[in-house]
């Protein structure tokens, strides 16, 4: 192409690819490996999963319990109350910072937690970050109890909700919206308050309680 003079082509769109193809002949061996990436593109194509196209999988739950319980998490209570001032809570690891700007949390609900439909009625939610001495209170709120908070210490926020005495740190929020999840509700929550105490945290790891050492 250097010290072509390109003035002698009168290039416009009709004749452009004509052009093209004079002033540049790829090789035979270029060729040859562009015909095999196109190959190589179709093959995957045809045996690719669509996008959109749910692929078909059997895997054991006892499996994926197995494998989930291998990641250390925090432990939380997440407290509520409905319109009618009716108070409920429910342990929980699966309590996400999704966001900074603005302050969210995530929480995953189960569908069939009576705490779910107190979330949604009452519009906000409470996470108490449980400490190291509380894995019984742990135990307790993640029964079927309808009476959870009865024998256990708190105070009710300036925001309506529950927070357990002695927990590390609470974090209230408000409903922002509420997605499917499977056989879970994912809710994010916009954040109005956090009350930090301190402490060390409980964590849960293959289906046991632990402490930090």
């Known amino acids: 192409m250097e010290g072509m003079d390109l003035r002698k082509f009168d290039i416009t769109k ?3 690819n004509t052009i093209f193809m004079q002033v540049y002949q790829p090789s035979q061996m270029q060729l040859d490996r562009l015909n095999g990436l196109m190959r190589t593109r179709n093959m995957y194509a045809s045996t690719a999963t669509p996008v959109g196209t749910r692929a078909t999988v059997t895997i054991e739950p006892a499996l994926y ?9 925090g432990v ?3 407290t509520a109350a409905d319109s009618d001032g009716k108070l409920n809570g429910l342990t929980m ?5 999704l966001s900074l700007s603005p302050m969210q949390f ?3 609900v189960d569908k069939r937690s009576l705490t779910l439909p107190i979330i949604k009625d009452g519009g906000r939610f409470c996470i108490n970050f449980l400490s190291s001495s509380q894995a ?4 307790q709120f993640a029964s079927k109890s309808t009476d959870k908070l009865a024998s256990v210490k708190h105070r009710i926020s300036q925001w309506g909700l529950p927070i357990i005495d002695g927990v590390v740190a609470s974090i209230t929020c408000e409903v922002h919206s509420i997605m499917p999840g499977g056989d879970h509700e994912l ?8 009350e930090h105490f301190g402490g060390e945290a409980l ?8 402490t930090i050492p």
């Open 76 to 78: 939380a209570v997440i």
């Open 106 to 108: 995530l929480i995953s």
């Open 14 to 16: 009709s004749n452009a």
């Open 187 to 194: 809710i994010v929550g916009d954040v109005l308050d956090i």
């Open 203 to 210: 964590l849960h790891f293959k289906r046991a309680f632990h």
């Open 93 to 97: 690891s699966a309590v996400i910072a």
């Open 136 to 139: 019984d209170i742990a135990m």
């Open 65 to 73: 319990k197995e494998v989930a319980s291998h990641w250390p998490s």
